[in-house]
């Protein structure tokens, strides 16, 4: 089960910090990332974080602005949100993957993850 928070209404500039709890977390939980939503689109990609090593991988339009990272013993991942724009506007999923890989792979797929958990609402006003 995957809970997610910390949306909310910001402005343009602001920072703005994600949790999403991965409770009942197992050694067969490879990854956690987060997808966004924009009305009437399919979820995308947005970030992810390997539980093993703390790889992480991001999406193009928020490389060097967000910041993935997870707490083990917390079972949380948290996705640090700066310099916020408009375009950031949507809803948020967390998101468990089972799937284990053994070379380079960027778990940015929504077919990648078992798990989904609820959304949380992010509004960045102009």
């Known amino acids: 089960q995957l809970q997610a928070s910390g949306g909310g209404l910001v402005q343009t500039g602001d920072s703005l910090t994600l949790s999403c709890v991965v409770s009942g977390r197992t050694s067969s939980t490879s990854v956690t990332g987060w997808f966004r939503q924009y009305p009437g689109k399919e979820r995308e990609f947005v970030a992810a974080?390997?539980?093993?090593?703390?790889?992480?991988f991001y999406a193009p339009s928020v490389k060097g602005r967000f910041t993935i990272s997870r707490d083990d013993p917390a079972n949380t991942v948290y996705m640090l949100m700066n310099s916020l724009v408009p375009e950031d506007t949507a809803v948020y999923y967390c998101?468990?993957?089972?799937?284990?890989?053994?070379?380079?792979?960027?778990?940015?797929?929504?077919?990648?993850?078992?798990?989904w958990g609820q959304g949380t609402q992010v509004t960045v006003s102009s």
């Open positions: 998101a468990a993957s089972t799937r284990w890989s053994t070379g380079y792979y960027p778990y940015d797929r929504r077919i990648d993850y078992t798990y």
């Open positions: 974080v390997k539980w093993s090593g703390g790889s992480t």
